[in-house]
């Protein structure tokens, strides 16, 4: 679940955790996520309160980054290319290895031929 730490949403978010809870009981937990944490000049939820009314934890914590983001969608970049140490990029990490169960590999080198090596200009 995908929520913004605002009331409107946060009661949405309950509904939907509430009615999941009832329909499967043996299920494990609904992952919540909030995005747009941080943003300058609206007024939140804090993070604490928001979980508590939930009763879920979050796995990710996605801050309001517009630079970040509007680069991104312009040069049709992941995140994790635009900003790869920003907040919002290791907060996609976490909620990749919390839905998949892997962590994933920060640093990745790009393997060379030695075919390659040879051609380089």
């Known amino acids: ?9 946060l009661r ?5 955790i509430d ?7 043996n299920d494990a937990a609904p992952k919540l996520v909030l ?17 508590a009314a ?7 914590l ?9 680069s991104a969608s312009n040069n ?7 900003g790869p140490a920003s907040k919002a990029a290791e907060a996609l990490n976490q909620l990749t290895a919390a839905i998949t169960g892997r962590v994933p590999d920060v640093k990745v080198k790009k393997q060379t ?7 380089k200009k």
């Open 1 to 9: 679940i995908v929520a913004t730490p605002d009331l409107a949403s």
């Open 12 to 16: 949405n978010a309950k509904n939907i």
């Open 19 to 25: 009615l999941l809870k009832h329909s499967r009981p």
């Open 35 to 51: 995005n747009q944490t941080e943003m300058p000049g609206r007024p939140e939820i804090p993070v604490k309160d928001f979980t």
């Open 54 to 60: 939930l009763g879920v934890e979050p796995c990710a």
């Open 62 to 70: 996605i801050p309001f980054d517009a630079k970040l983001f509007g």
């Open 76 to 82: 049709g970049q992941m995140i994790a290319e635009v």
């Open 113 to 119: 031929s030695f075919l390659g090596n040879l051609f």
